[in-house]
């Protein structure tokens, strides 16, 4: 079936270190998308990219770091600067040119940093 | 920067009723608007999607659309126990490189039924 595959989905985490989130999806979508949840609050863009080897900063990308390497595959690291690391993380995608916006999203990964 | 606001709740409904939720934005050449469902510790899933004025059905959900007055809304007839969840409205960033910029959630409203 297709989908996107988010791992791992729980990770802890010592302060200090980076740790990276793996997103993978097989629906051939050209855009990707990384997001933030905090608890009780909406969805918070980290970075996106909507073509191979490109990707753009979003609202909150100061600690994190995103590559495209593959169509099918967008890694989000979470680095030490980043000073409040622990949230809900979620991975998403849509067609390019698609002219809805509409987002897919995985499952999730939810960081705690100890 | 865009803005969607959304009334946290907890909003109550008893099961059967219909269900009422409300979403304002701020970008007055927003054009294209979502609701998602969020049960808790899950990820968003999307139920409806409105691009022009009016009202639009799909089986016990209408998502109504206001862009004179920068205002979505959805309602849930005969609500049921499992509609109870975070409901999240949601505009698109833009559009750029040919793609969508992403979306801008608001915070969710907590809707809860009781049996």
């Known amino acids: 079936d297709g989908g996107i595959t988010q791992s791992p989905k729980y990770l802890f985490r010592k302060e200090g270190q980076n740790v990276t989130l793996s997103c993978e999806q097989n629906?051939?979508?050209?855009?990707m998308y990384w997001y933030r949840q905090d608890p009780g609050q909406g969805l918070r863009l980290i970075y996106y990219s909507q073509i191979v080897n490109d990707f753009q900063k979003g609202d909150i990308a100061e600690g994190y770091s995103v590559s495209r390497e593959k169509k099918e595959s967008f890694p989000l690291t979470v680095t030490s600067a980043q000073k409040n690391p622990t949230a809900f993380y979620l991975c998403a995608s849509n067609a390019e040119l698609a002219d809805t916006g509409e987002l897919f999203f995985g499952e999730g990964s939810r960081l705690t940093v100890l | 920067q865009k803005e969607v606001e959304q009334n946290s709740g907890p909003l109550s409904v008893p099961e059967g009723a219909i269900a009422s939720l409300n979403c304002t934005y701020s970008?007055?050449?927003?054009?294209?608007f979502f609701w998602y469902r969020q049960y808790s510790g899950k990820s968003p899933e999307l139920i409806m999607s409105?691009?022009?004025?009016g009202d639009k059905e799909d089986g016990r959900f209408t998502a109504q659309l206001n862009k004179a007055s920068q205002y979505v809304s959805l309602l849930i007839r005969d609500s049921q126990p499992s509609d109870s969840a975070t409901y999240l409205c949601?505009?698109?960033?833009?559009?750029?490189?040919?793609?969508?910029?992403?979306?801008?959630f608001g915070k969710g409203t907590h809707l809860i039924i009781q049996p």
């Open positions: 409105i691009y022009s004025n």
């Open positions: 970008d007055r050449g927003s054009q294209s």
């Open positions: 949601a505009v698109v960033n833009g559009y750029s490189g040919g793609g969508a910029d992403g979306l801008t």
């Open positions: 629906l051939n979508h050209d855009a």
